[in-house]
């Protein structure tokens, strides 16, 4: 979520970003070192003032990255800022194509598998549909929801959209007709964190949740295949085994059908095998780091790229090694990668003690029973103190009634 250091990867192409700025590069070990920088804070801007459903001007923002991604190919690379920006790139070479105003803040944002659109999700709950052909065209309300969304995908052949809100629902829409609801996948019981439709098996859809489970669905028909309790994977003596956490990140390596998870705010990435045939996950092993995890993306011919708070080394190649996965010595590739992350740090530093966003999604916890009892008795309570200050009533059938009777009448005379 907002303001964390994010990676992509598609092809040969590596984008980490982090505060107002991406950094672009290649992982290829020929010779090219081209690199593309770009910075919001230096995007054209809306000549008029923003202005709110009230009318009175709403925060400009601070150009803080708050999503982005690849399109299918990786011909097209898209983002979202807190100024409300729709940012468009092609990369081949990389060019700005185009820069448009969003209605609200986004939370996440997909290309179309045809690559013509660009959907994007935002706080209110709604999805709006960005032209990528024509690139300066004004967006389209496509779908909404009455809680806010935390993710958006597609299915591989276009047919539909999905959407993952807080209120713990995943909804599968039509695309063509997005007011027909094809089904619901239920069975978190906190907000939806993140969803990924498995590219090679295009039925099967991976959730994750506040509830600290991940889940594989056959989406269509809402059905739940396997659930994956993530703290049963943990040792109890981990720090973090009572934490409460959400997956920040779900990414899949198609080689091995290998799913990779990035717990928020947790320092490692839990590794999965998916059985198709079984239609279940199976755990595989939990990699460790000692510096906190930003991101993680897999590379098809390499494998598992981590980006970490760690200026000397900021990313990590990981793969499996006589059936362990596990860190690889640093490649030309990677010192490469690395120098230009360093030399460029300032833009990764403000990301070191950001909070994700996921803390406030949680549901509240509410005891009505011991609220009433504990009120109840503090009523009681004031009620005798009121009784204590006043002492007894004037006239009363008292102690204080028999001494006035038994006192001698006043003389009326001189």
């Not at 907000?191 to 991976?206: A, G, M, N, T, Y």
């Not at 609220?371 to 204590?388: D, I, P, S, V």
Request: with cysteine; net charge neutral; hydrophobic share 35%.
């Amino acid at each position: 979520m907002a303001g964390s250091a994010g990676l992509a990867l598609c092809g040969n192409e590596l984008v980490v970003r982090g505060g107002s700025r991406l950094l672009a590069t290649s992982t290829s070990s020929s010779d090219d070192d081209s690199l593309f920088i770009y910075d919001c804070s230096a995007a054209e801007k809306e000549a008029q003032e923003h202005k709110g459903e009230d009318g009175q001007p709403v925060d400009k923002g601070s150009d803080t990255v708050l999503a982005s991604t690849f399109s299918t190919s990786g011909s097209y690379f898209a983002l979202t800022d807190d100024s409300k920006r729709l940012i468009l790139f092609r990369t081949k070479p990389w060019q700005c194509l185009s820069v448009r105003t969003v209605v609200r803040r986004c939370t996440a944002l997909t290309f179309t598998a045809s690559e013509e659109k660009v959907l994007v999700a935002d706080k209110s709950g709604d999805v709006y549909s960005f032209s990528v052909l024509e690139p300066h065209g004004s967006g389209k309300l496509e779908l909404g929801h009455l809680s806010m969304l935390l993710d958006v995908a597609v299915s591989p052949d276009d047919r539909y959209v999905l959407t993952a809100d807080r209120d713990e629902k995943i909804r599968v829409s039509w695309a063509a007709a997005p007011h027909n609801i094809e089904s619901f996948c239920l069975g978190h019981t906190e907000f939806v964190s993140r969803i990924f439709v498995v590219p090679d098996h295009p039925e099967l859809l991976l959730s994750s949740s506040g509830d600290r489970t991940l889940r594989l669905w056959q989406y269509r028909s809402g059905r739940e295949l396997h659930c994956c309790h993530l703290p049963s994977l943990q040792e109890p003596t981990e720090p973090w085994s009572n934490k409460r956490f959400a997956a920040s990140r779900i990414t899949y390596w198609r080689q091995e059908d290998c799913v990779a998870l990035l717990c928020d705010g947790l320092p490692v990435v839990c590794l999965f095998q998916l059985d198709v045939p079984r239609r279940q996950l199976v755990y595989q092993q939990q990699l460790t780091f000692q510096h906190r995890v930003w991101d993680a993306a897999f590379e098809e011919a390499r494998g598992l790229w981590v980006l970490q708070d760690c200026r000397e080394a900021p990313l990590v190649l990981c793969r499996p090694v006589g059936g362990q996965w596990q860190s690889l010595p640093e490649s030309a590739v990677s010192k490469r990668v690395c120098a230009h992350l360093r030399e460029n740090w300032a833009m990764l530093e403000g990301s070191a003690g950001t909070d994700s966003g996921f803390s406030s999604l949680y549901k509240a916890a509410c005891d009505n029973m011991t609220t009433y009892l504990k009120k109840k008795e503090e009523r009681l309570q004031q009620q005798l103190e009121k009784k204590r200050r006043r002492g007894p009533p004037r006239g009363s059938n008292g102690q204080t009634k028999k001494m006035k009777a038994g006192r001698a009448p006043r003389s009326c005379s001189s």
